[in-house]
């Protein structure tokens, strides 16, 4: 089964896919897609979309896992990247991938056992479980692999109700 694994925003968009068999995840694409700061929202969260898609017609995952909203004090950013969520789950439903959405607490205590856990307690259990690329990672692309992990926790083995239509 391959699960895309999502760290949403509309200016760095961590995007991760992995393979889960055998109860393992095995490492098979990640990237941070990141859009023109210089483009109106509305041509950033198309260009949001345009990426999701093919992603999704490349690797065609069975399963799109994807943070919910953290909120911050900054409502602009926050009301940006909901939208970017927004577009991102109109995609993998329009292409029939069933969806898992967890908060950061979940995603901690599935990677970690510990809900609260720091992000570097969160990175040194994602290598842990998966192999990464010998290459120079963004926090963005880290995070997409804990998700898509996290997903294969809550959404494989049933720990949340997963969406399909």
Do not use: W
């Not at 009301?79 to 995609?91: F, P």
């Amino acid at each position: 089964m391959h699960i895309l694994g999502i760290d949403p925003g509309y200016d760095r968009l961590g995007i991760a896919v992995i393979e889960y068999t055998n109860g393992k995840p095995k490492f098979v694409y990640s990237a941070c897609f990141e859009t023109d700061k210089k483009s109106p929202l509305t041509k950033r969260l198309f260009n949001v979309g345009e990426e999701i898609a093919h992603v999704i017609k490349k690797y065609k995952p069975e399963l799109l896992a994807i943070e919910t909203l953290f909120l911050t004090n900054n409502q602009k950013t926050a009301m940006g990247v909901a939208e970017a969520r927004g577009v991102i789950c109109y995609e993998a439903s329009r292409a029939g991938v069933a969806i898992v959405e967890m908060s950061p607490l979940q995603i901690k205590q599935a990677l970690t056992g510990f809900g609260r856990a720091e992000k570097t307690a969160v990175f040194e259990m994602t290598k842990r479980l998966i192999q990464v690329p010998e290459r120079k990672m963004l926090d963005d692309e880290m995070d997409a692999l804990a998700v898509a992990i996290a997903g294969s926790v809550y959404g494989v083995r049933g720990n949340v109700v997963v969406e399909k239509e």
